[in-house]
């Protein structure tokens, strides 16, 4: 299995993939989901049964195992922040795009 880079520090400045040396992106400042406030925007997403019972039981896990009590919207949430934040920090090494070509 190739060996990919490690995600670097929150708040590290990196360089921007394809921008050459000289540009630096911003630090990535904490990039965080919203949590339990009131969303302005909505999107739909179809899953399989099979898709749904897994979250549903990591929800349960998650509030068993470690007391803490989130609704599915929080996980898509925390998961989409993470993949961004993946995705920022090693481009085409990113988890996303290894997962999106394996299913190509």
């Known amino acids: 299995m190739p060996e990919y880079p ?10 921007v993939p394809g921008t ?3 540009r630096i992106a911003a630090p990535d400042a904490g990039r965080r989901p919203t949590g ?7 999107i739909t997403v179809y899953i ?3 898709e749904l019972l897994a979250l549903e ?3 349960l896990r ?9 609704d599915r919207g929080r996980l ?3 998961a989409v922040a993470a993949m961004i934040g993946d995705f920022d920090a090693l481009g085409e090494h990113s988890t996303l795009v290894r997962r999106l070509r394996d299913t190509s």
């Open 48 to 50: 399989s049964s099979d």
């Open 62 to 70: 998650l509030r068993a195992d470690h007391a803490l009590p989130v």
């Open 76 to 78: 898509v949430r925390e």
């Open 57 to 59: 039981q990591l929800r």
């Open 6 to 15: 490690a995600p670097e520090r929150a708040g590290a400045e990196r360089a």
């Open 20 to 22: 050459g040396p000289s």
């Open 36 to 42: 339990r406030q009131r969303h302005d925007s909505k």
